[in-house]
């Protein structure tokens, strides 16, 4: 929300028609119910000058539009004593919401003179937040590789038998660096997508990757009785960015706060001849409604049905990050029936391809 929308001590209505209240005046009656065309979201004013225009809707009411920083605002539903062309019957009707115009002006000029000060207080504030943020990612980054290096030195012969063979805590401090790890890399995809495809692709296990996000979840599962099965080995390492392990991380949490209890989670791996890796994770639970399968990847996008707490960015960030990796996520419920009040239950699919990104 903008700040002015805050500050305004006067009903205001946006270009898009949504009105908000003031916190001296609210909107009036008639605005609110029974007026469906908003003509006063037409009405704006030269953002290159500094007046401010004043207007009457075909219903009476006076609409006054300033250029306030980026935003034009609209102030609507009072009665400008000076200009306001409406029936004095009208204004005798609603004479307790007259605003004198010289009122408005001062508004708009003390905002104008407040914005530049908001904006600089913001900007100083978000700059020792970011200079913190980066310093903790420092910490866990060193932290990760410091793990890696631990982990490097216990017996087998990959990564993976290695990291099977080392003790519980060194699992538990590495699975932890590499989760916190790739959640602070959401935060900088969603303040910048291009931050997706940061470093250089390199050699990955995807078999690897999938193991250790399922190692991960396991405890988070087994507390709704959920069980998570890998099946299918790869052996092919396709370089791709440190970002992509964001990917399978969202796909599988939101599978486990979205299927029934006591249900399994299927990750399916599968090697195919054109070098192309694909993967398919599989959950029984609430399946998206048609009407809403084209929207589910967009920023924000929460289903009317749902019911558990989330920002709507998972699998916004996990599709940035798969189009940083030339590939995309994919949506399909495999099998739905009518069940009761809480919707249509059947099988969620999330798929995607995985390519070597030196290929492309």
């Not at 307790?96 to 408005?104: A, G, P, Q």
């Not at 530049?116 to 990760?144: M, W, Y």
Request: net charge positive; with cysteine; proline share 4%.
């Amino acid at each position: 929300m903008h700040p002015l929308h805050i500050l305004s001590p006067l009903p205001r209505i946006t270009p898009e028609g949504e009105l908000y209240d003031g916190y001296a005046l609210r909107q009036a009656a008639f605005c609110k119910s029974k007026c469906a065309e908003r003509p006063c979201k037409c009405f704006s004013c030269d953002s290159s000058t500094d007046s401010i225009a004043f207007h009457t809707c075909p219903f009476g009411f006076s609409v006054a539009a300033a250029a306030i920083g980026d935003a034009v605002f609209r102030i609507n539903g009072v009665l400008e004593t000076a200009t306001n062309s409406s029936a004095p019957e009208f204004k005798k009707q609603h004479k307790h919401r007259k605003v004198k115009s010289d009122e408005v002006r001062n508004w708009v000029t003390a905002c104008r003179k407040a914005i530049p000060c908001f904006n600089a207080q913001v900007d100083a504030r978000a700059t020792d937040q970011i200079s913190a943020f980066h310093e903790i990612k420092s910490l866990i980054g060193t932290l990760l590789v410091t793990s890696e290096a631990w982990v490097s030195e216990q017996d087998g012969q990959s990564f993976d038998e290695k990291f099977e063979n080392s003790p519980e805590p060194l699992k538990t401090i590495h699975h932890s660096c590499r989760t916190l790890e790739s959640l602070l890399q959401m935060t900088d995809i969603i303040a910048n997508p291009e931050a997706a495809t940061f470093g250089k692709p390199h050699p990955t296990s995807i078999h690897g990757m999938f193991y250790m996000i399922k190692r991960i979840f396991d405890s988070k599962a087994e507390r709704r009785k959920i069980s998570i099965e890998l099946v299918g080995r790869t052996y092919r390492r396709p370089s791709i960015y440190k970002s992509f392990f964001i990917i399978p991380l969202v796909l599988i949490d939101n599978a486990i706060k979205h299927s029934g209890r006591s249900s399994t989670i299927k990750i399916n791996l599968t090697e195919w001849r054109d070098d192309a890796i694909v993967v398919r994770i599989t959950s029984y639970g609430e399946v998206v409604p048609e009407d809403q399968r084209t929207i589910i990847f967009e920023r924000g996008a929460r289903g009317r049905n749902a019911r558990i707490r989330g920002s709507g960015l998972g699998l916004y960030v996990a599709q940035l990050v798969a189009h940083a990796n030339h590939t995309s996520v994919s949506y399909r419920a495999l099998r739905s029936a009518c069940a009761d009040s809480q919707g249509e239950v059947g099988m969620n699919e999330f798929s995607f391809e995985i390519k070597n990104l030196s290929a492309k």
